[in-house]
């Protein structure tokens, strides 16, 4: 994911993703059906630009992520599945059966589709 589609990707996830109840200093976690691989896409967002935060529970219930400022984390079905990022972005195909479509086009068209 180059720099452009990486900032672009983020600043739709902020915009679109439920964060009214969560204050700018509070990373957004929030959890929706991934369609293609049965399972389910969960996002760790931290819209704050100056802080990194840690989330205990994510991605499974032992054990805890840091996300850092301005930066998203895709997990898929508990695993690591992916970073966005306002000056960065990755998703790791190689460690996901992806016969459909790779794991960020997954990714954006469930997001779309759940949130748009």
């Not at 983020?10 to 679109?16: G, M």
């Not at 704050?48 to 529970?57: A, K």
């Given at each position: 994911m180059d720099v452009e589609t990486a900032a672009n990707s983020f600043i739709q996830l902020y915009e679109f993703l439920p964060t009214e109840d969560t204050p700018l200093d509070e990373p957004v976690i929030v959890t929706f059906p991934a369609t293609h691989h049965d399972a389910e896409w969960t996002i760790v967002l931290n819209g704050d630009p100056t802080e990194s935060h840690d989330v205990e529970?994510?991605?499974?219930?032992?054990?805890?992520?840091?996300?850092?400022?301005?930066?998203?984390?895709?997990?898929?079905?508990?695993?690591?599945?992916?970073?966005?990022?306002?000056?960065?972005?990755?998703?790791?195909?190689?460690q996901f059966d992806t016969a459909v479509e790779s794991l960020q086009e997954a990714f954006l068209t469930d997001f779309a589709t759940e949130f748009k």
């Amino acid at each position: 994911m180059d720099v452009e589609t990486a900032a672009n990707s983020f600043i739709q996830l902020y915009e679109f993703l439920p964060t009214e109840d969560t204050p700018l200093d509070e990373p957004v976690i929030v959890t929706f059906p991934a369609t293609h691989h049965d399972a389910e896409w969960t996002i760790v967002l931290n819209g704050d630009p100056t802080e990194s935060h840690d989330v205990e529970g994510i991605p499974t219930s032992d054990s805890t992520v840091t996300v850092q400022p301005t930066q998203a984390l895709v997990f898929l079905d508990g695993r690591h599945a992916g970073i966005i990022g306002a000056g960065a972005g990755e998703f790791y195909d190689d460690q996901f059966d992806t016969a459909v479509e790779s794991l960020q086009e997954a990714f954006l068209t469930d997001f779309a589709t759940e949130f748009k």
